[in-house]
């Protein structure tokens, strides 16, 4: 699945290592795929239970109310091959996993992809939509 497609066909984002800095990639673009038109968690476990803007945090993936759709990754590259373990314990099953720019795991990608799940790697979310505009 190209991002393009990836963009328009799903609109639930956990945003995974999620920021309430101002100065923070994750926040602001979290913020921006917000205001335009998904629906976006912010997945950190200090900020559990708070509301910042329009995006609700939780402090796993799990505890989202919700069934995302595309999981958008702002972590180390050794630490992708964890979460997707984790996405994989879900009740459902997301449909993309998205990593950052600089974000690479080959093994996270090879468990996403056995696991039916397309596997988007080094890339921005961001960059991606405002391509679409």
């Known amino acids: 699945m190209t991002p ?6 799903h609109k639930k984002i956990a945003v995974i290592g999620y920021s309430d800095k101002g100065i923070r990639p994750s ?10 038109g998904y629906t976006v968690y912010g997945v950190n ?3 559990q239970g708070e509301c910042i803007g329009e995006i609700d945090c939780y402090t ?8 995302v759709e595309i999981i958008d990754v702002f972590r180390r590259s050794d630490a992708v091959h964890d979460l997707v373990k984790e996405v994989l314990e879900l009740p459902y099953k997301p449909k993309v996993i998205w990593t950052q720019i600089g974000v690479f795991n080959e093994d996270a990608k090879k468990l ?6 397309d596997y988007i790697e080094n890339k921005c979310i961001y960059v991606e939509h405002d391509k679409m505009s």
């Open 4 to 9: 393009e497609e990836a963009l328009k066909k």
């Open 27 to 36: 926040k602001k673009i979290a913020q921006y795929m917000a205001e335009h």
């Open 60 to 67: 796993s993936i799990k505890d989202i109310p919700d069934e």
């Open 112 to 117: 996403a992809e056995e696991n039916g799940i």
């Open 45 to 47: 476990p200090r900020l």
